[in-house]
């Protein structure tokens, strides 16, 4: 098991038989009849920006190994060592910086986990861009090119490298980074565009691969203060009061209530969750 075990709970002399059910490793202790999770697989895309790296360190913090994979090569070299260093563990993190819009790329990148690690437990398919904030007639062609190739096109070449090698290696749980704008309707044409795209791969997925012990769900943020919100919030004024305003919980979510409810959606905690869109949203969808 790559990266140790962060087996809990175990009792004294009794001996765990190996499991895999809904996509991981578990330690079965027959005395206690107790099934607890060992170190997963979990590839994080988008990982070296906010929400991707609060995610990447609850996942270390559970005792799993993280591939950090980010367009910014430096970046992810070095959240990996920062993760490295949290978890006093020099296996259980490791950088592979990718453009996930280069389909060449993204194809390296699963077998270099192939190669390591023979499987993928989880998968957070994070990695996107803002897609100018604009409406359609003043969208930038160039803009709404970019926006779908790596908010679109990136979140497929992922999930079909993914579901393939999760299928050879016994199942596994996925989480897309969507948005409320994947849900909702929002001026931004771009963006908005490319996360219901995302929401509809979601529920296909979840359609088509859930019987072969493959979970697809995605996360729905509101206005996050991390990343790209954060510049929206930093900047305060008006325009940020007024998109603040439309979350009923009255303030921008965190990176951690976003990782969250990831780590929850990759857990066997919601082995018959498949196909949700999950709002972390503070209540903006509710209204
Ligand atoms: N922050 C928010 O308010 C918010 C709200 C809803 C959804 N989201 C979504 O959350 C995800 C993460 O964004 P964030 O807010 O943490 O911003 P961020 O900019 O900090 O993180 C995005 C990361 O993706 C990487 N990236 C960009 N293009 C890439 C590419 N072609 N290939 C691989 N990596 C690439 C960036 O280098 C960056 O590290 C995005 O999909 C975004 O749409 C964010």
Redesign the pocket.
Known sequence: MAGGSNVSGQQAGAEPRALRRHGADLALFPASGRAVIMSRIVLI??????????TAEQFVDAGDTVVV????AI??ERTAEALRVRCQDDQRAWAQ??????RAAVGTLFEAIRKRHGRLDCAFL?????GGGTPLLETDDAIWDACL???LD?TYNCLKQAVRLMLASGGGAIVN??????VNGGASAA?TAT?HG?AGLTKSIAVAYSGQGIRCNA????????????R??QAGGAKAEAFIKLHPAGR??T?VE?ANAVRWLCSPESSFVTGELMMVDGGYSAR
């Open positions: 895309t988008g990982a070296a920006g906010g929400i991707g790296t609060a994979s980010d367009l910014d970046a992810a910086a990718t453009d996930v819009a280069d994070n990695a996107g861009i803002g190739r790596v908010n990136g980074n969507c948005s409320i704008l994947g963006y996360k995302i996360v729905c943020p509101g206005l996050i203060d991390a990343g790209l919100g954060a929206t919030v921008p979510g990176a976003v």
